[in-house]
């Protein structure tokens, strides 16, 4: 199984820049996801890491160190629209069908 | 293309009560996947399926059931309902488990059980 952890609940100011963790322990690891999920939605895919390094899409940026069961998602400019929850997602090595989330990170922007 | 669909949205059974949850998707996908929410808890996997006519267990399986007869539908049953199975229920697919396997999510059923 897995141990997925990620701060219960953020708060930034909007056009500032916040980083939202997570670490996981794990017996085998392929691949971490995050997902953003707004109040009442379904999760929607944000973005994947599976080597070491950043990961840019626009102005979110996710972040892996396999070495050392971490990642974080960054988030640039913050608009009011990027509270949500965010959701870290790790594949499982031995059976690439399964996907253990976090309990997610709540941020809230505000003005 | 409606992606992945959910049928009903909101439920509210008694105890004891049976219901069965049904998911369609019209992207071909392989994968497919049952979730529930609770409050601080994130997203566990209940059943999923790698493809028609096969289903396995995820992490909390028990007092539920799963078919997967066609490969567009994927339904979860609740065979006797208990207060503990109020939460939400999301559906997803992907394509292919490699790569980078973005799930698709639907919108979710909300079931309460009195």
């Known amino acids: 199984g897995q141990n997925i952890d990620q701060p219960t609940e953020m708060t930034a100011t909007e056009g500032a820049i916040v980083q939202i963790n997570c670490t996981y322990q794990?017996?085998?690891?392929?691949?971490l996801f995050w997902y953003q999920q707004h109040a009442g939605e379904a999760p929607t895919f944000l973005s994947y890491?599976?080597?070491?390094g950043l990961e840019e899409k626009g102005r979110f940026s996710s972040f892996l160190s396999r070495s050392k069961g971490y990642s974080y998602l960054l988030l640039k400019e913050l608009q009011m629209k990027d509270s949500a929850s965010y959701l870290c997602?790790?594949?499982?090595?031995?059976?690439?069908?399964?996907?253990?989330f976090g309990s997610g990170t709540k941020l809230n922007v505000k003005p | 293309n409606a992606g992945v669909t959910q049928t009903p949205k909101f439920r509210v059974l008694k105890t004891g009560q049976s219901m069965t949850l049904l998911c369609a998707q019209d992207?071909?996908?392989?994968?497919m996947y049952w979730y529930r929410q609770d409050p601080g808890m994130g997203l566990r996997l209940i059943h999923y399926?790698?493809?028609?006519?096969?289903?396995a267990k995820g992490e909390v399986p028990d007092g539920y059931n799963v078919s997967r007869l066609k490969k567009q539908n994927f339904l979860l049953g609740l065979e006797s309902a208990a207060p503990s199975q109020t939460s939400v229920y999301f559906c997803?697919?992907?394509?292919?488990?490699?790569?980078?396997?973005?799930?698709?999510f639907g919108p979710g059923t909300r079931l309460t059980v009195l």
């Open positions: 997602a790790v594949r499982d090595l031995d059976n690439f069908n399964k996907f253990y």
């Open positions: 794990t017996s085998g690891f392929n691949g």
């Open positions: 890491n599976v080597l070491d």
């Open positions: 992207m071909n996908h392989e994968y």
């Open positions: 399926s790698v493809g028609e006519g096969t289903t």
């Open positions: 997803a697919s992907i394509q292919l488990a490699g790569g980078e396997g973005e799930q698709f």
